[in-house]
Each structure stands twice: as C-alpha cells, then as structure tokens.
C-alpha cells in the first residue's frame, strides 16, 4: 500500500496498528508538524515508540534530561531518535519549525528510554565503491535494530537516496514488514518504487507499507530523498539484517562485473 498525504499542523496519522493491524505494518506511523513553541507529549500504556527529527531545532525532555537538538536538514546532518518502552513518556518543544516522524508497536517489553545522537548513528556507504557504476551510491542509516536493541520490537533507520540513482537494490525481500516514509529534498520531487508487486509514483510525505515482494526504488534526476525505514520483527523470526537478494541480479555486485555502458557514444 502507498499512501500520499498533505501534512497539517500536528500530529498526521498514516496507520495505525489496530487498524487492519496498521495495513500489514503491524505499527502505528505518524508525522508530526511543530511550530516553534509546540510541545508533544509521548506515552503509550502498551506500546513502545521511537521518533526521529527530521529537521529543525527542538528540546527533548525524557526521564528528568532536557536535551536541545537541531538538525536543518535530514541530507547533510546525522539522526537525532528517541526511543522509549510502553509506560515510558518523553515531550518534544519546539524552538524552530520541526517535522517529526513516529512509529510505535506492541511491546510487553520495558527498557530504559534511549536518545540515539547523530554520533550514535550507524552508517553504511553503500554502493560507496562504484558499484552498478555508483548508480546505487547511497547512506543507509540505523539508529537501533536487533543488534542494538534485541529488546525491542522494530527497527528504526534513514537512507539518503541521490538524485536520479537507486536504493533498496539490487532488489531483496524479507518477511518482516517495512514502512518507507519519503521526505524530498524540494517537495515538487517524485521517484518510483515497488510496493507489493506493484508500481507506485513517490511523492514528498509519502508512506509505502510494503508486506511482500522486493522493494527497489529510484528518483529522479534532481531530486535527492531521505527516507526513513522502519521494520516490525515477527514474533519468533526478527529482522537481523536478513535481507535476500534475488539471485537473478546479484552478478551486478561483483568487482569484475561486465556490462554494457554506452561511455563511448
């Protein structure tokens, strides 16, 4: 399912996990839009629930810790997410305008409320050596996931996808469900990407729950996207950076591999 949305002051639901269990998604996902002064107020008596800043300046309060973050753009700057068990609460304020991204599942799990800093993030220059020639050049981002945070229900992560080049490729699958939210560097931005065996144009604020299938995508020249991904593990069998790659296209990956360019036309 693709799921295009205008964003209005506030908190913006896009699924919610009692909801056809969140479209596959099994997770609540949302966007919150901040002027400056806003505060939010995080607690669920029953789910855990992670936020990541996507840009803007802002003051997050969590088990008696006020911490300022700013963060002008999700493109050059690292990720700023908070993460909390149910029972848990946390505030945001803004000082700036903040656009916020949130996921939550069921977790009967506690643990202790974590602010995941731009130096905590792990990033992985994919594509970094000239792979696919560097037409799948991108940053994939993980704050937490099973190694991190075995406690938790879900992973929570960014990609800086280039303009005009591919991610999520060469194409893989995996049974767990994800969600890829796209936010475009300029809002008149679009790319395209499989979303269950299907086609679908993305747009700047939209949401691709994506329950089976491989899911490989691609922008448009000009238009650079960071999106965040998120994953729901399933019970007994959690996410464990087990993605599988479709055979057919793995040849693309290796050093020496031989394919028709065009340079000399």
């Given at each position: 399912m693709?799921?295009?949305?205008?964003?209005e002051?506030?908190?913006?639901?896009?699924?919610?996990?009692?909801?056809?269990?969140?479209y596959?998604?099994?997770?609540d996902v949302?966007?919150?839009m901040?002027?400056?002064?806003?505060?939010?107020?995080?607690?669920?008596?029953?789910?855990?629930?992670?936020?990541?800043?996507l840009?803007?300046?802002?003051?997050?309060?969590?088990?008696?810790?006020?911490?300022?973050?700013?963060?002008?753009?999700?493109f050059?700057?690292?990720?700023?997410?908070?993460?909390?068990?149910?029972?848990?609460s946390?505030?945001?304020?803004?000082?700036?305008?903040c656009?916020?991204?949130?996921?939550?599942?069921?977790?009967?799990?506690?643990?202790?409320?974590?602010?995941?800093?731009?130096?905590?993030?792990?990033?992985?220059?994919r594509?970094a050596?000239?792979?696919?020639?560097?037409?799948?050049?991108?940053?994939?981002?993980?704050?937490?996931?099973?190694?991190?945070a075995?406690?938790?229900?879900?992973v929570?992560?960014?990609?800086?996808?280039?303009?005009?080049?591919?991610?999520?490729?060469?194409?893989?699958?995996?049974?767990q469900?994800?969600?890829?939210?796209y936010h475009?560097?300029?809002?008149?931005?679009?790319?395209?990407?499989w979303?269950?065996?299907?086609?679908?144009?993305?747009h700047?604020?939209?949401?691709a729950?994506?329950?089976?299938?491989?899911?490989?995508?691609?922008?448009?020249?000009g238009?650079?996207?960071?999106?965040?991904?998120?994953?729901r593990?399933?019970?007994?069998?959690p996410?464990?950076?087990?993605?599988?790659?479709?055979?057919?296209?793995l040849?693309?990956?290796?050093?020496?591999?031989?394919?028709?360019?065009?340079?000399?036309?």
């Amino acid at each position: 399912m693709y799921i295009d949305k205008k964003l209005e002051r506030g908190y913006n639901e896009y699924t919610r996990e009692d909801i056809e269990n969140g479209y596959g998604s099994m997770m609540d996902v949302g966007i919150i839009m901040m002027e400056p002064g806003d505060t939010y107020e995080f607690h669920h008596a029953d789910k855990e629930l992670a936020w990541i800043l996507l840009y803007g300046k802002a003051v997050a309060s969590f088990v008696g810790k006020d911490v300022t973050m700013e963060r002008p753009n999700p493109f050059d700057y690292d990720t700023w997410c908070l993460h909390q068990s149910k029972g848990a609460s946390s505030r945001i304020t803004a000082i700036e305008p903040c656009k916020v991204y949130v996921q939550a599942t069921s977790n009967d799990k506690t643990f202790p409320t974590h602010l995941y800093t731009p130096e905590e993030t792990d990033t992985w220059r994919r594509g970094a050596n000239g792979e696919c020639g560097g037409c799948i050049k991108r940053d994939v981002r993980t704050s937490f996931d099973y190694g991190n945070a075995p406690y938790s229900n879900m992973v929570l992560g960014e990609v800086v996808n280039l303009p005009g080049k591919w991610s999520s490729y060469p194409p893989h699958w995996h049974p767990q469900p994800e969600v890829y939210f796209y936010h475009f560097e300029k809002e008149q931005g679009f790319g395209a990407g499989w979303v269950d065996d299907e086609i679908a144009e993305l747009h700047h604020n939209g949401l691709a729950i994506l329950t089976k299938g491989v899911h490989p995508m691609s922008m448009a020249p000009g238009y650079a996207c960071c999106y965040v991904w998120g994953i729901r593990h399933l019970p007994g069998n959690p996410w464990e950076k087990t993605r599988i790659d479709d055979p057919a296209h793995l040849w693309m990956i290796e050093p020496d591999a031989q394919y028709w360019t065009g340079e000399d036309k």
